[in-house]
């Protein structure tokens, strides 16, 4: 069984940063495609950006180009969400991704969420 946690999230003023991360569990050997998604009350989860195995290839939602960053570390089974210059809009739960075919959808393995509030 694979295991997500996330971590990182908080209150943060409008133009402020915060670096969520996502260590996997269970079966880190096996290098998985992974994303971060968000959901906001009242609103269905979105996509926020995809990383690949090797973390050569990389999807941003139009959203959060040029704000965000998504990272992996392989060697400790964790992705990141560096989140620069945020804004009320990105007000959300985030949620890590594991293991999927496509970039937007269909991932596997899921994690709880960490709650994030920018604050104008």
């Known amino acids: 069984q694979v295991h997500l946690l996330e971590s990182g999230g908080g209150l943060v003023l409008v133009g402020g940063f915060l670096r969520p991360s996502c260590p996997v569990s269970?079966?880190?050997?096996?290098?998985?495609?992974m994303a971060w998604f968000r959901q906001a009350p009242g609103n269905d989860r979105e996509f926020v950006a995809a990383?690949?195995?090797?973390?050569?290839?990389?999807y941003y939602a139009d959203s959060v180009k040029a704000r965000f960053t998504i990272s992996r570390d392989n060697a400790k089974s964790t992705v990141f969400l560096q989140m620069n210059n945020l804004k009320p809009e990105d007000t959300a739960v985030y949620f890590c991704?594991?293991?999927?075919?496509?970039?937007?959808?269909?991932?596997?393995?899921w994690g709880q969420g960490t709650q994030v509030t920018v604050s104008s």
């Open positions: 990383i690949s195995r090797s973390g050569n290839t990389i």
């Open positions: 269970g079966r880190p050997s096996i290098i998985m495609p």
């Open positions: 991704a594991a293991d999927s075919s496509t970039w937007t959808t269909g991932y596997r393995y």
